[in-house]
């Protein structure tokens, strides 16, 4: 069984950055694309960036392109989110879910009911 934990969440200063890990256990997550999703209060949970097994493909929403950067490094069996210029409305708790795709992946981020396993998720708050 995979099991995914993210951290790297807090409070942050709009305008701020914080850097969000997405740590794997079970299984190698080399043959996995990740996803990270968020869901802000009263509000449907959203995708925010995926990445290819390989790293080679990534994708983002057009709310966080430019400002958020997706990455991996599956010798640690990690993800990453670098999230930069924060605003407010990027408040919510973020998930990291991983689904079977090995190789190469292009177009947009899988559906969510398309990943196999999910983490618990990490609050990230954005206010002065």
């Known amino acids: 069984q995979l099991q995914l934990v993210e951290s790297g969440g807090g409070l942050v200063q709009p305008g701020g950055s914080l850097r969000l890990s997405c740590a794997a256990s079970g299984y190698k997550l080399d043959n996995y694309l990740i996803g990270w999703y968020r869901q802000a209060p009263g509000k449907e949970r959203e995708v925010v960036s995926c990445i290819s097994s390989t790293g080679g493909n990534t994708n983002y929403a057009a709310s966080v392109k430019g400002r958020f950067t997706i990455s991996r490094d599956n010798a640690k069996n990690t993800v990453y989110l670098q999230m930069s210029s924060l605003k407010p409305e990027d408040t919510a708790v973020y998930y990291c879910?991983?689904?079977?795709?090995?190789?190469?992946?292009?177009?947009?981020?899988?559906?969510?009911?398309?990943?196999?396993?999910w983490g618990q998720g990490t609050q990230v708050t954005v206010s002065s």
């Open positions: 879910a991983a689904g079977y795709w090995p190789g190469p992946y292009g177009g947009s981020c899988p559906r969510r009911d398309e990943y196999d396993y």
